[in-house]
């Protein structure tokens, strides 16, 4: 078994080392085996695991690995721990337990294991993160999830994923981003890198304008980083103090009533200036037309 664990990966090797694995388990088909051990289960005494980070199965990928397995079998065990007398739950590896119910299998081998909800829940992020290609909202879930549940500082959470405490800190804030943003993301439609690049943006209506101008194929991850460079470099307004809560009101108006960023800059008790934020030409002539009307 050293060399079965030690393929696993240093990481989630480290999280399934439990007490109790020598406990012997007898199974609903007649076989005996040993938590830690692998054996062949009955595919419909599996249910999925409710901490799994993955929520999306692409429908094609899932045929295309059932195939596989018609042709090959199940070449990576599945890993489960025992519910009850012949229920098991996932804690690794859902996608090849769907593949194989597609497939048509009535056994598939696992790999059973202890463990407690939060160690499933440690387990299901490192196996997932490790060996499957989840997207960038996946793994900020996932991360939050360990913070919410298990109580994970994000210095611990860093180190129990073998990752920088910034990287980790950028997965996270993607979750600050509108939820049409995060959609993109999550279905690829918008890269890593303007991802990165609107995250920086503080202000949600210059994100959602920032994130348009992208989808048009307007907007470079260069483009927008320079325009956040640009705007981090502006000199700041000639009255350093907050605005009073009237002149927020009106703010708040301007900028709803343009759809974008509309700042109001006081200078002295009754002078100041007021700037509107455009980000593209198009924009520009749609906050022209409005001003002409």
Do not use: C
């Not at 007649?30 to 692998?38: E, K």
């Not at 497939?103 to 059973?112: K, M, N, R, T």
């Not at 299901?124 to 989840?134: H, P």
């Amino acid at each position: 078994m050293t060399a079965k664990r030690n393929a696993l990966g240093r990481g989630l090797s480290a999280l399934l080392d439990q007490p109790a694995e020598n406990q012997p388990i007898t199974e609903s088909h007649g076989l005996t085996a040993f938590a830690g051990s692998i054996t062949s289960i009955p595919v419909e005494n599996i249910e999925p695991n409710p901490f799994q980070p993955r929520n999306h199965f692409e429908e094609s990928a899932l045929n295309e690995l059932a195939e596989s397995i018609k042709q090959h079998g199940v070449i990576q065990p599945v890993t489960v721990r025992k519910l009850n007398y012949d229920r098991y739950q996932i804690i690794s590896g859902e996608r090849r337990w769907r593949a194989s119910k597609l497939a048509g299998l009535d056994y598939i081998p696992a790999y059973i294991r202890v463990a407690n909800d939060e160690s499933m829940l440690e387990m299901a992020i490192v196996e997932n993160i490790q060996r499957e290609d989840l997207n960038p909202i996946e793994v900020a879930i996932s991360y939050q999830r360990l913070i919410d549940e298990v109580k994970l500082s994000i210095e611990q959470l860093a180190s129990k994923m073998g990752k920088d405490r910034s990287t980790v800190s950028n997965f996270l804030r993607l979750l600050k981003l509108p939820p049409i943003i995060q959609a993109a993301i999550r279905d690829k439609k918008l890269t890593m890198g303007h991802a990165r690049a609107i995250v920086n943006v503080n202000d949600a209506a210059m994100q959602l304008k920032i994130f348009h101008e992208i989808m048009k194929g307007k907007f470079s991850v260069r483009d927008v980083e320079e325009l956040v460079r640009t705007r981090k470099g502006k000199s700041p307004s000639v009255s350093s103090q907050p605005l009073s809560p009237e002149y927020k009101r009106i703010s708040d108006r301007l900028s709803s009533l343009f759809e974008t960023k509309v700042e109001i800059h006081p200078q002295t008790s009754d002078r100041g200036s007021i700037s509107i934020s455009y980000f593209s030409i198009d924009d520009l002539n749609r906050i022209l037309d409005m001003l002409d009307t």
